[in-house]
């Protein structure tokens, strides 16, 4: 909770690798009607699974008062599809954290088609707030960044699918000055997130982005390679 700032901030951590759990905890929050609605705006944490952040959305927003903000902090998911689940859609907005948090200092502010200034103004305040670097960008799926990482990981899959050592595709990476190798970054994310986030998708999919997924099914299908996470990494 930051209280020196203009947009007092409740931070609702609904991190698990377990959507029942999810659910458990968000009723306990949501009970506390006077707790939250001290509040100007809430942050949502957790996966990539529009289901649940549809019944995050709903319930939440039953206990928060109507000027109240709304960030999502997805990563690939729409806003503005996220947003039809919400009364009030211009107070929606993402607002992506990268991980590591403590040591990545970008923010992306997603605005969606309904997004209003005010929102995108308290967005940009909080953020810098607590000292992260926001940029502004405009809604799609993976946004700006997903959409960059996920060409990079890609490659660095059709590599290791082509029979390069995975040892040679990561000390290239690393030698052309990325931080962390494509392949060690997917493992981190967890190859079960990738593949959650295709399979939410609807839209038709590109041959590049059927390949990746191709792969990530096949690793953790047939090799049980799910992520580092699960200690299958």
């Given amino acids: 909770i930051f209280n020196n700032m203009a947009y007092p901030i409740l931070l609702i951590p609904f991190i698990s690798r377990s ?5 458990k905890r968000l009723s306990l929050k949501v009970e506390n009607e006077t707790f939250l609605l001290n509040f100007n705006q809430s942050i949502h944490l957790k996966s990539n699974l529009s289901n649940l952040k549809d019944k995050v959305t709903k319930e939440t927003e039953a206990v928060l008062g109507e000027d ?3 960030g999502s902090n997805t990563s690939t998911i729409p806003i503005s599809l996220l947003a039809k689940s919400s009364k009030r859609p211009q107070n929606f907005i993402g607002i992506h954290f990268f991980s590591p948090v403590d040591k990545m200092p970008l923010v992306e502010i997603i605005v969606g088609d309904k997004t209003s200034d005010r929102a995108i103004a308290a967005a940009i305040d909080y953020t810098v707030a607590i000292r992260k670097v926001p940029i502004v960008v405009n809604d799609s799926r993976g946004f700006f960044t997903s959409r960059c990482f996920g060409t ?11 029979g390069v050592a995975p040892q ?10 990325m931080p962390v190798g494509p392949l060690a970054v997917h493992d981190e994310v967890s190859l079960t997130l990738s593949a959650h986030v295709f399979e939410s998708d609807p839209s038709e999919k590109k ?5 990746t997924y ?6 953790i ?8 996470r699960d ?3």
Avoid: C
């Fill in 168 to 177: 040679i595709v990561e000390r290239i990476a690393i030698k052309k000055g």
């Fill in 231 to 233: 200690g299958a990494g």
């Fill in 214 to 219: 191709d792969l990530v099914k096949k690793l």
């Fill in 19 to 23: 959507s029942e759990i999810i659910g």
């Fill in 68 to 70: 109240k903000i709304y």
């Fill in 207 to 211: 041959d590049s982005e059927k390949r």
């Fill in 221 to 228: 299908n047939t090799h049980n390679r799910t992520g580092k």
């Fill in 152 to 162: 990079y990981v890609s490659e660095g899959m059709f590599l290791l699918e082509e």
